[in-house]
């Protein structure tokens, strides 16, 4: 079955600084990747998605890299704010819109103001 | 917008006892999702259901069950619950199309 692996596992940067997590998979049918944000006590929530005949797709401050070939996605936060810090959590896909989701083990971004 | 309730947010139990996990969607989709998270693990899918009294299982179903059988619910079961199915629980649903999963505020389960 699929694998996610997610990297690194805790993160922290300084208010403003980028921020980058990396995601590999293992299963080259896999054609979707949601990234979900979960703050303390909620639940996770998506943040921004990509397909796999794409590869890059942008919303404001967060941006999403996909590379088919090595099998290998990355989110990019850029000018971080505190309200970034979260659990983030990438996952792969086979299926349409999200079905059976392999979800990485997370990072947890500590933005410190 | 999509609402997924879970009846609890917090939950103690007894080992052997037998648990329900439920959740409800009132968006009428047809798939439901039940994971596990645990610190490191990301979320792991238990079980899963595409339709009423359908289910599949996912990845880690030892000890599990569940049922569905009206499309809006969707239970999680501990058989015989044990010290190592203490955790946070999340529930899912997706419908047709191209949407995301939609989580619930998911259930803290302790077993003691």
């Known amino acids: 079955g699929e694998n996610v692996e997610q990297h690194p596992s805790t993160l922290s940067v300084q208010e403003g600084d980028s921020a980058v997590i990396k995601c590999t998979y293992s299963?080259?049918?896999?054609?979707?990747f949601p990234w979900y944000k979960q703050e303390l006590g909620k639940r996770p929530q998506l943040i921004i998605d990509i397909r796999s005949n794409v590869g890059e797709k942008k919303d404001q401050r967060i941006a999403v890299t996909l590379n088919k070939t090595a099998k290998h996605f990355s989110l990019h936060i850029t000018e971080t704010q505190p309200e970034d810090s979260a659990v983030y959590f990438c996952?792969?896909?086979?299926?349409?819109?999200?079905?059976?989701?392999?979800f990485g083990g997370g990072t947890r971004l500590m933005v410190k103001p | 917008d999509v609402k997924v309730t879970q009846s609890s947010r917090y939950l103690v139990k007894r080992t052997g006892e037998k648990v329900f996990l439920e959740c409800v969607q009132d968006m009428d989709h047809e798939n439901m999702f039940w994971y596990r998270q645990d610190p490191g693990l990301g979320l792991r899918l238990i079980y899963f259901s595409y339709d009423v009294k359908m289910k599949e299982k996912g990845d880690i179903p030892e000890g599990y069950s569940v049922s569905r059988e009206k499309k809006e619910r969707f239970s999680l079961i501990l058989e015989s619950a044990s010290t190592n199915q203490t955790s946070m629980y999340l529930c899912?649903?997706?419908?047709?199309?191209?949407?995301?999963?939609?989580f619930g505020d998911g259930t803290r389960l302790s077993i003691l």
């Open positions: 899912a649903s997706l419908g047709g199309g191209n949407q995301p999963q939609h």
């Open positions: 996952a792969a896909s086979k299926g349409n819109a999200g079905n059976m989701l392999t």
């Open positions: 299963d080259s049918a896999s054609n979707y």
